[in-house]
């Protein structure tokens, strides 16, 4: 397996479950990143870790908590989200240096009923 | 606050050029550029450097323009492969030192038909 992977690719969810979406890198990157793009908007940046440290949250609500374990894997856990949260979830890795070229995976397309 | 693109989008045959423009209020650092295909995510093409420097495509080309605070891609002899939509992201702060904290144009959707 190489770059990026996310699972699951699809993800249909009530407002009351709680469900997690995974990401894993094997490029070797020390950055993670949480995207957001909904129909029609710009990609949206939800979450930064470096070295498995949070670096930048971005006015996200509680609903969304991500986890980092390691340089290698990033999660997102989801919990009463609502339906206005389907969304694309993209995630992307990076080199820890400038200029911080961003390697995305392919998403996991999340449907709120 | 995110840069704004132009034009929003853009219909080519092929073999015709395009240029596609992104223009920030603040001072940049560098300006980063992908390409999305329908359903897939977003691909690296280059990233352009105060001072000059530029990594990235083969076939895709880019100038940075520090003073006007705007950078600009050009597609040469487009393929139909170019086909997507084209996004610019600029760091969260002039000095780059933002841990890759990018802020995305709205994109330019680019067609190009047989």
């Known amino acids: 397996e190489t770059g990026v992977t996310q699972t699951p690719r699809h993800l249909v969810m009530g407002m009351t479950n709680k469900k997690s979406l995974k990401c894993e890198q094997h490029l070797g990157h020390n950055a993670m990143y949480w995207y957001k793009q909904s129909a029609k908007k710009p990609l949206e940046l939800m979450f930064v870790?470096?070295?498995?440290?949070?670096?930048e949250n971005n006015s996200v609500p509680s609903r969304f908590s991500p986890e980092c374990p390691n340089s290698s894997h990033l999660f997102l856990h989801l919990h009463t989200l609502q339906p206005e949260d389907s969304a694309l979830y993209l995630c992307?890795?990076?080199?820890?240096?400038?200029?911080?070229?961003?390697?995305f995976g392919p998403g996991t397309r999340l449907t709120v009923t | 606050q995110q840069p704004v693109q132009s034009p929003q989008a853009v219909i080519l045959r092929e073999g015709e050029d395009a240029v596609i423009n992104c223009s920030s209020s603040?001072?940049?650092?560098?300006v980063h550029w992908y390409r999305q295909k329908h359903g897939e995510a977003p691909v690296f093409l280059m990233i352009?450097?105060?001072?000059?420097e530029q990594k990235g495509h083969e076939k895709i080309s880019a100038s940075f323009n520090e003073k006007k605070q705007q950078s600009s891609l050009y597609l040469t002899a487009s393929q139909l492969s170019y086909s997507g939509t084209y996004f610019c992201?600029?760091?969260?702060?002039?000095?780059?030192?933002?841990?890759?904290?990018?802020?995305f144009g709205q994109g330019t959707i680019l067609t190009v038909h047989p």
């Open positions: 603040k001072a940049l650092y560098s």
């Open positions: 992307a890795s990076s080199p820890r240096r400038v200029p911080y070229e961003q390697y």
């Open positions: 352009l450097l105060k001072g000059g």
């Open positions: 870790y470096n070295f498995k440290e949070q670096t």
């Open positions: 992201g600029t760091p969260a702060n002039a000095g780059g030192t933002s841990y890759g904290k990018l802020t």
